[in-house]
Nanobody
């Protein structure tokens, strides 16, 4: 079992940047991959980006070239650097940890609001 705590959300103008952090505690050695998801009001939760334990990153087309996911294993922290933010990026952002055994744990979410 792992616990995840996100931080770094806030209000930013279009074109601005934010960096989200996700600190992981518990059985961190069981984690295979880390992902970021987001959920806008009235919409389903969607996958944003993911990074494997080896550092391989993948992105949704909507954020490719603007967002960067990274992980610092020594700090048990995963980051999402978000640049060139758009109003349509407004959502609650969640980090998720996928374990080697097939389970998934979620953080509580952090609100990102991009004003036009």
């Amino acid at each position: 079992q792992v616990q995840l705590v996100e931080s770094g959300g806030g209000l930013v103008q279009a074109g601005g940047s934010l960096r989200l952090s996700c600190v992981v505690s518990g059985n961190i050695f069981s984690i295979a991959a880390m992902d970021w998801y987001r959920q806008a009001p009235g919409k389903q939760r969607e996958w944003v980006a993911g990074v494997t334990s080896g550092g391989r990153a993948n992105y949704a087309e909507s954020v490719k070239g603007r967002f960067t996911i990274s992980r610092d294993n020594a700090k048990a922290t995963t980051y999402l650097q978000m640049n060139s933010l758009k109003p349509e990026d407004t959502a609650v952002y969640y980090c998720a940890a996928d374990s080697l055994f097939g389970s998934r744990n979620w953080g509580q979410g952090t609100q990102v609001t991009v004003s036009s």
